[in-house]
């Protein structure tokens, strides 16, 4: 065999193998043994076997059982709130920047992927100023006094709000790259057939951009499974934890003011990661599923 031939592939591949596994393969099981330990970051891990697990799944009395599932219900929320509009939205502006009276589409796709290049401690305080309770643009709009952070379901508006203003431009993209491969054959031969927009949508558009469809709600999915930032920079968790998500929770713990409790922190992310796994797994099934038909 040539060497060069093998050699020539591990100069491209071998760092990013070793990114992978200096940065994300090492610390995740590094991590899941921490979830089998009692630790503080700073002493020895001392092994406690499954007891973290079970602390976080059946002790009612521990604050951590609370924690724990009232951060996945959040988080469950959060996921069920911006998933489907982060999925529905994209898809429509990308079906409609497709459409022959519309001009300037490189304008607008270029307009509307500029909020995924901004920092979310930008993106933050921008929307923060913009619903404001004094000086706010919302406020001032529609003559209100609404205190948009410290109160529900305003709380979560605000962030569903900004991170469909962050997000969209990428999934868009995606969806325009996938439309711009269907064959003009097609949509030639449905007009052909007398079919309307409607129809050449669903029986054209939709079934030939299923591969990514389905991959942007299997990467948006996973994505708000681990939402972080948004209710962190827009609510702080409030009002009364009701937007504090399950990675704010393990943060806090691994990483507190006071004595670190990074075995439980380490056993809710494995949780989590769990979660994520089942349904990746699910989503993967169908999305290859639909692919082969």
């Known amino acids: ?73 959040n988080t469950l929320i959060f996921v069920l709130l911006s998933v489907p509009l982060m999925i529905i939205i994209p898809l429509i502006i990308a079906v409609s920047l497709e459409h022959k009276d519309v001009k300037f589409t490189s304008l607008f796709q270029t307009l509307l992927y500029i909020p995924g290049l901004v920092s979310i401690s930008a993106a933050a305080l921008i929307w923060s100023l913009i619903f404001n309770k004094q000086l706010g643009v919302v406020n001032n709009l529609f003559d209100s006094d609404v205190v948009w952070q410290a109160n529900q379901p305003y709380a979560w508006i605000i962030i569903i709000v900004i991170t469909v203003w962050a997000g969209i431009g990428g999934n868009m993209i995606i969806y325009r790259a996938g439309i711009n491969g269907v064959s003009k054959d097609l949509y030639e ?4 057939d007398g079919a309307g927009p409607i129809r050449k949508f669903w029986n054209v ?28 920079m827009m609510t702080d968790g ?15 713990l691994a990483f507190s003011h ?36």
Do not use: C
């Not at 031969?189 to 052909?192: N, P, Q, R, T, V």
């Not at 004595?259 to 999305?287: C, D, H, P, R, T």
């Open 238 to 252: 409030g009002p009364r934890e009701g937007t504090t998500v399950l990675m704010m929770y393990i943060r806090n």
């Open 205 to 232: 558009t939709l079934p030939s951009i299923k591969f990514p469809l389905i991959y942007t709600m299997v990467m948006t999915t996973a994505g708000a499974f681990n939402v972080f930032a948004q209710p962190l």
């Open 258 to 293: 006071g004595e670190s409790i990074a075995g439980i922190a380490s056993a809710m992310a494995v949780l989590l990661g769990i979660v994520i796994l089942i349904i990746s797994a699910i989503q993967y099934y169908i999305m290859n599923k639909n692919a082969t038909t």
């Open 1 to 73: 065999m040539n060497k060069n031939k093998v050699i020539a592939p591990l100069l491209f591949v071998g760092p990013h193998i070793i990114l992978f596994v200096v940065f994300i393969l090492i610390p995740s099981i590094y991590g899941i043994y921490a979830s089998f330990t009692n630790w503080n970051l700073i002493g020895d891990p001392q092994w406690v076997g499954l007891d973290n697990y079970k602390t976080i799944l059946t002790d009612t009395d521990s604050t951590f059982y609370s924690q724990f599932f009232n951060g996945m219900k």
């Open 189 to 192: 031969s449905a007009e052909i």
